[in-house]
């Protein structure tokens, strides 16, 4: 039986392999091992903030992450470590209070870190056919920053490595530009940091936070097309303040700025002035390696037919493909055990499971059976209000999941509809979105049917 101290030490390196940066540093990393006895661990949190958040966000993550490496239900519970506080070390905390909101200020760029992960670099980058135009544009960003690409735009599915070049040319620029200031920031980050700033009144504060950049770093820009409208005003005058100075902007999506058509068309516009590059899926030999990249910059051994078979496994995802070999580590290391093909197949039993084409048919279904409905009806021409309503959510799933579904293919899907008709059902949901959190929630659900089943 494993000892509390090597469960916890294969958990952080499973946690830290499967997490992305961002909820590695503002959630896990400060984590520690409390007690482990009888399948319960008990984990701390050095604040009653930090230990709120991991237990909203990521405690169902933790749990799964925990139970399959001990391979048995586990109960994972949370507690408060810093010394300061009353809590005892070893007892669980039972009720959360409500924290108090810390007052926000920003300091200059100067002064705050530029939020870059130092591992990801381009030497680690792994470059193939499916991105190579991307790596190139990169590297030429950060080798002249303002002068190459500005600004430079990557788009892509999850997974494929935006993430990594925004850190790339930011470390690049930070090692070989010395005086040049650097800041990479998600749009969720940028939003936080806008509402905090409106209101904290410290809104001049934000500006020079952001605008006092040489190189500007803005990862998944498509979450901005549910904000409100003094949200991009903000940000289409961060942007021009900081192009009108020749400062590098590079941003990622997961679609072209064509298609993001919640941004406001002038900010769209001056994205597609720059360079618009697109990130693929990797084929078989730049998936390998990656795996081999991976596994030799972390000392791990990994056979060839290991690498192989989960490269032949996940086809789309490089975090899932990293992911793999740091669960893998973790296995053979709490077991003692040589990473060989048959503890691959033995502990990823849930690795790159079959994948089915995403079909409309397919969309329909699920959302005629979340709201106890039939098909026939969602399609059909009936004006009762649940009918309309599961009708509408159809369609606007249709047109965000499918992006090669145009307003007119759609309206053919629901008996023959003028387009006009699907483009006024989708813009209800997508104001529903922005103000009412029940529809938000219904659509995160579907959308977690249909991606479980996609």
């Given at each position: 039986?494993?000892?509390?101290?090597?469960?916890?030490?294969?958990?952080?390196?499973?946690?830290?392999?499967?997490?992305?940066?961002?909820?590695?540093?503002?959630?896990?990393?400060?984590?520690?091992?409390?007690?482990?006895?009888?399948?319960?661990?008990?984990?701390?949190?050095?604040?009653?903030?930090?230990?709120?958040?991991?237990?909203?966000?990521?405690?169902?993550?933790?749990?799964?992450?925990?139970?399959?490496?001990?391979?048995?239900?586990?109960?994972?519970?949370?507690?408060?470590?810093?010394?300061?506080?009353?809590?005892?070390?070893?007892?669980?905390?039972?009720?959360?209070?409500?924290?108090?909101?810390?007052?926000?200020?920003?300091?200059?760029?100067?002064?705050?870190?530029?939020?870059?992960?130092?591992?990801?670099?381009?030497?680690?980058?792994?470059?193939?056919?499916?991105?190579?135009?991307?790596?190139?544009?990169?590297?030429?960003?950060?080798?002249?920053?303002?002068?190459?690409?500005?600004?430079?735009?990557?788009?892509?599915?999850?997974?494929?490595?935006?993430?990594?070049?925004?850190?790339?040319?930011?470390?690049?620029?930070?090692?070989?530009?010395?005086?040049?200031?650097?800041?990479?920031?998600?749009?969720?980050?940028?939003?936080?940091?806008?509402?905090?700033?409106?209101?904290?009144?410290?809104?001049?504060?934000?500006?020079?936070?952001?605008?006092?950049?040489?190189?500007?770093?803005?990862?998944?820009?498509?979450?901005?097309?549910?904000?409100?409208?003094?949200?991009?005003?903000?940000?289409?005058?961060?942007?021009?303040?900081?192009?009108?100075?020749?400062?590098?902007?590079?941003?990622?999506?997961?679609?072209?700025?064509?298609?993001?058509?919640?941004?406001?068309?002038?900010?769209?516009?001056?994205?597609?002035?720059?360079?618009?590059?697109?990130?693929?899926?990797?084929?078989?030999?730049?998936?390998?390696?990656?795996?081999?990249?991976?596994?030799?910059?972390?000392?791990?051994?990994?056979?060839?037919?290991?690498?192989?078979?989960?490269?032949?496994?996940?086809?789309?995802?490089?975090?899932?493909?990293?992911?793999?070999?740091?669960?893998?580590?973790?296995?053979?290391?709490?077991?003692?055990?040589?990473?060989?093909?048959?503890?691959?197949?033995?502990?990823?039993?849930?690795?790159?499971?079959?994948?089915?084409?995403?079909?409309?048919?397919?969309?329909?279904?699920?959302?005629?059976?979340?709201?106890?409905?039939?098909?026939?009806?969602?399609?059909?021409?009936?004006?009762?209000?649940?009918?309309?309503?599961?009708?509408?959510?159809?369609?606007?799933?249709?047109?965000?999941?499918?992006?090669?579904?145009?307003?007119?293919?759609?309206?053919?899907?629901?008996?023959?509809?003028?387009?006009?008709?699907?483009?006024?059902?989708?813009?209800?949901?997508?104001?529903?979105?922005?103000?009412?959190?029940?529809m938000l929630s219904q659509i995160n659900q579907l959308k977690r049917r249909l991606q479980?089943?996609?």
């Amino acid at each position: 039986m494993q000892s509390g101290e090597e469960i916890w030490t294969a958990l952080r390196d499973s946690l830290r392999g499967n997490a992305s940066e961002a909820v590695w540093a503002a959630g896990l990393s400060t984590l520690r091992l409390v007690d482990y006895h009888d399948n319960v661990l008990v984990i701390g949190a050095p604040n009653q903030i930090q230990l709120l958040r991991v237990q909203q966000r990521y405690l169902p993550f933790i749990t799964e992450q925990a139970q399959q490496l001990v391979g048995s239900p586990v109960l994972v519970s949370l507690t408060i470590t810093e010394a300061s506080n009353t809590t005892n070390l070893k007892e669980p905390v039972a009720e959360f209070a409500e924290p108090t909101p810390p007052v926000v200020t920003f300091a200059s760029s100067v002064d705050q870190p530029a939020r870059l992960d130092p591992r990801m670099t381009f030497d680690s980058f792994v470059p193939g056919p499916s991105n190579r135009l991307a790596f190139a544009a990169a590297q030429s960003v950060a080798e002249t920053p303002g002068r190459a690409y500005n600004p430079l735009m990557i788009y892509g599915n999850s997974g494929l490595g935006k993430t990594h070049l925004l850190h790339a040319i930011g470390n690049y620029v930070q090692e070989n530009y010395r005086g040049r200031k650097v800041l990479y920031v998600s749009t969720e980050t940028f939003l936080n940091d806008f509402i905090r700033a409106i209101q904290t009144r410290t809104q001049l504060s934000l500006h020079e936070r952001y605008r006092e950049n040489d190189v500007l770093l803005i990862d998944d820009i498509q979450f901005m097309e549910t904000r409100g409208e003094t949200f991009h005003e903000e940000i289409f005058h961060t942007y021009n303040a900081l192009h009108g100075e020749g400062k590098q902007i590079v941003l990622t999506s997961d679609r072209s700025p064509r298609d993001l058509a919640g941004l406001q068309d002038r900010f769209r516009s001056r994205l597609l002035q720059g360079l618009v590059t697109e990130i693929d899926q990797p084929d078989l030999e730049t998936r390998i390696a990656i795996l081999r990249s991976k596994s030799e910059r972390e000392g791990i051994a990994l056979p060839d037919e290991v690498a192989e078979w989960i490269a032949q496994r996940v086809r789309d995802n490089i975090r899932e493909l990293e992911g793999s070999i740091t669960m893998l580590r973790a296995f053979a290391n709490l077991r003692q055990e040589p990473i060989t093909l048959e503890l691959a197949k033995a502990h990823l039993t849930n690795l790159g499971q079959e994948q089915v084409i995403l079909k409309p048919e397919t969309i329909l279904s699920v959302v005629a059976d979340f709201y106890g409905l039939s098909v026939e009806d969602v399609r059909g021409s009936k004006r009762l209000r649940p009918l309309v309503h599961a009708r509408h959510v159809a369609m606007y799933l249709i047109r965000d999941m499918l992006n090669n579904y145009s307003y007119p293919m759609i309206a053919r899907i629901f008996d023959g509809r003028n387009h006009t008709t699907v483009i006024s059902g989708v813009e209800k949901i997508k104001e529903q979105l922005t103000s009412n959190p029940e529809m938000l929630s219904q659509i995160n659900q579907l959308k977690r049917r249909l991606q479980g089943e996609s």
